[in-house]
């Protein structure tokens, strides 16, 4: 529900980027195919979400072309109303996504602490929501897992 970024950035896909260029953190999260967790860049000490996927489970499920849609589509969008991929990188075990850190919560979280919410919260969530699905539109793209949690 909220963003916190150091800044936006520009993007470069060329410079080579390691997991060794970040502090790993907090674990925030766990998905079919790996984890999340926070990390701080160890130079700008921009704070990111750093997915990262098991490489072999990914084969195993044969997941292999999904999970490199994910990166290219991730690649492609660049939205204020969206996760914006950062770097992405990989080594012999894992593939790594550093993304936007959305330290406000998801829409799940906000309804378990909050309770119901006000029209006007609902409007302006749904709105955000309505701006970020849009902008993947425009782009060609469907959210096939749209839900409170990844909201």
Request: net charge neutral; glycine share 6%.
């Amino acid at each position: 529900m909220g963003g916190v970024c150091c800044k936006p950035e520009v993007i470069d896909f060329t410079a080579a980027v390691e997991l060794k260029h970040f502090e790993l953190q907090t674990a925030i999260g766990k998905g079919a195919f790996g984890k999340v967790k926070v990390v701080q860049h160890k130079n700008t000490k921009c704070k990111y979400a750093l997915k990262y996927i098991d490489k072999k489970m990914c084969v195993d499920m044969k997941a292999v072309d999904c999970i490199i849609q994910e990166r290219f589509l991730l690649e492609d969008i660049q939205s204020l109303f969206t996760c914006n991929l950062r770097y992405a990188f990989q080594d012999d075990e894992n593939l790594f996504m550093v993304i936007d850190l959305m330290l406000g919560g998801d829409l799940r979280y906000l309804l378990n602490t909050k309770g119901p919410l006000s029209e006007e919260l609902v409007q302006f969530y749904m709105a955000e929501c309505v701006l970020g699905i849009s902008y993947l539109h425009s782009k060609n793209i469907v959210h096939r897992d749209l839900k409170p949690d990844n909201s």
